[in-house]
């Protein structure tokens, strides 16, 4: 309806949000409040009416006209006079040049505000609206969820966008190809994670919707920009799998593997930094636990050492016990000696082949 429309415009275009901490996060849904507000998911058509997107270009290209100096005079005059509207204009002493024509007033708004519009007033509704809020207004009352994410993408409101998507309850599908891949096309994805965790601090209202753009990116072997949002969400683990999958691409034999040696020790490098950061979280439970013996899960999140990745531990990020992230990274050293080697092995091999030929 238009009512729950305008709730919902209102709702996604307020600067307020709520970033939840492991302290004061009560509820797996922070966005529940919304309910209370009377804003509601609102069904929509899968597509838009091809209409509206000429609507929306229309109201774009249309440049912004303001109410101009002498309609104001002209309002003012009407209203101070019994005289007919069309006496006054054809009065030779009251030269008003001609303006462009200005339709938000439409015949100085039929006469009924002229009071306002001598004030600069106008109807909110109507009037007042710029350009982006009345196409909103229509996006939102005729369009389909993947019209909203889209204009609001075009108009760079990613915050909205975000809401928007959170709001309506939408699926990962929705995130995937309207919000994050548009992101990832214009170079914005480091922006993109300060606006989810600003909605949510503990990234848990994201979870599924994050791990539905990884399976994503990696079933369309977009293997480089899964490296990037895992690097993105500091998630070493998964980040260490995606440089093994680097090292093994397009190896035809043990000199190519050889070659991408870099990106095993960057894998290596990934695996050491959560052993480093397990090690770390160990060392602050036992500390923990001799103070003041406390054995409750949540506690134990909550007073664990700092760091940007801690809240999202728990909800989002691959985990491993310090004994298997070691057991790896010995594996990937021998990997490099053996691969270092057997490419050795090789270039000898090609080079006494290389002799053969040419003795024969």
Known sequence: SEFMNEK?????????????????????????YAHEQDIQTTKRPL???????????????????????????????????????????????????IRMHEPALGILNTLANLKHIAKGQYSELHSNFSGFEECLYYVLTYGSHTDVLQFLMRHHELNAALKYFLQQSLESEFFIHNIFLVSLRYGNLPTLMPQLQKLDASLGTWRVTLLQTCHYLETQNLLNSLYQLQLLLQDPVRASMTCV?????????????????????????????????TQWEKVNLESMVRSNRRSSVGSRRSSMGSGANTPTAANFLMQMDARALNGHINTISMQLEVAKFLAQCERELSAADEVNTLRT
Do not use: W
């Not at 600067?15 to 009560?26: F, N, Q």
């Not at 509206?52 to 002209?74: A, D, F, H, M, N």
């Open 8 to 32: 919902i415009c209102k709702y996604i275009l307020s600067t307020t949000t709520i970033a939840t901490t492991p302290d004061t996060d009560t509820n797996d849904n922070p966005f529940e």
């Open 47 to 97: 597509r838009g009416p091809p209409l509206l997107q000429e609507i929306i270009k229309t109201i774009e290209s249309t440049p912004c006209v303001k109410p101009q100096p002498e309609t104001l005079k002209r309002a003012s005059l009407i209203r101070s006079s019994n005289t007919s509207l069309a006496s006054l204009l054809s009065r030779r002493k009251d030269v008003c040049p």
């Open 245 to 277: 999958r680097f090292y093994s691409a397009n190896c035809e034999n043990f000199q190519h593997l050889h070659a991408n040696a870099m990106h095993l020790r960057n894998a290596q490098q990934h695996l050491q930094t959560q052993l480093e950061q």
